[in-house]
């Protein structure tokens, strides 16, 4: 019997924490069904009432400013991760045609020396920066890291051209330099394709293909590569991992659940108060004077207020932390004040 009332209850408690979670996902602190004036309407009360009202329209709108930021955090990882991954492929394809275009002199007899130019160059090292930065925010994974200056052909038989090709194009698609990117990869296909046609026509020919002509297109797609827009590049990933600060990103996902157990806090105690009301209403139905005393409602708003209270409190100082990681728009969490 004993194990029976405690499963009873332990059924009841886990009920009322179901409906004060179903009420806290709707964001409502005081609907109409419950509303406080009610009870009292002293001046008092109205004026502790009035002050709630005006706490839960700060704190819904809060709570949309904070879902904002929870979005964007969202928004800016995919768009770094799938930028970054972009960066990797165009790294590969440079890889790709330094161990063809060194094939090239293999086969010829000569040894080709690669050396990188200045875009390379540059696009590696943001390749190995943003890859660093991306570990430390646990966005990603250890990267297979390229950096060998002398590919060799080998590695050419083992990355498609045409493949990193179309994943750089798929993965560019979140940066604003998607545009130059495809127009410069899009030539890059086009003289493939051309070299291939070429290949073809001398093998139906039945002639041998002049290497030549292999390492003039090779160097042409190399001559591309060096047209990527880096620099442009570059500056819109630090902006991007700028607001994804791994100190910024707690606080936003800390200010989201400060906000779901601030509205559960509220709700708890509000649920509380009217279900006592409503069992000693009818026996307290004589006594009309100092309702916000008898009836709890004293205590309920002074609970209430405290809750606010430091709700208050604790969003200036979030507000500011979030306002100086940014550090651009200082408007961007104002709300009206409380």
Known sequence: MAADRKDSKEDVEAYKAMVVQ????????????????????CNECSAKIKVLKEFEANLRSRDALVQDLVDKVARDQDTIVHVFTAVERMVWLWDILNGNLQGLDETG?????????????????????????????????????????????????????KLEMEAALHFINKSKSK???????HKIEAIEQNHEREQRNAEEQERPFDISISKMHIVNQINCLEELPVGEIHRECQEVLQSLDPKLVNSIYGA??????????????????????????????????????????????????????????????????????????????????P
């Open 179 to 185: 545009g130059v990117v495809h127009n410069i990869l």
């Open 256 to 337: 989201h659940d400060k906000i779901d157990k601030t509205y559960k806090k509220m709700i708890g105690i509000r649920r509380q108060f009217w279900k006592r009301y409503e069992r000693t209403v009818s026996l307290a139905s004589n006594k009309d004077q100092e309702k916000h005393s008898w009836s709890g409602l004293e205590k309920t708003l002074f609970s209430l207020g405290q809750q606010a209270e430091r709700f208050n409190k604790w969003w200036k100082t979030f507000e500011q932390h979030v306002t100086l990681c940014q550090g651009s728009d200082p408007k961007s969490l104002k709300t009206s004040p």
């Open 22 to 41: 179903r009420e806290a996902e709707v964001r409502v602190l005081f609907p109409p069904r419950f509303d406080f004036s009610k009870v009292c309407s």
């Open 109 to 161: 007899g000569g040894i080709l020396e690669i050396k990188r130019s200045k875009s390379e160059d540059d696009m590696r090292k943001m390749y190995s920066e943003f890859a660093a930065k991306l570990m430390d925010y646990e966005l990603l994974s250890e990267p297979e890291f390229i950096d060998a200056r002398n590919p060799g052909a080998e590695y050419a038989d083992t990355h498609s051209l």
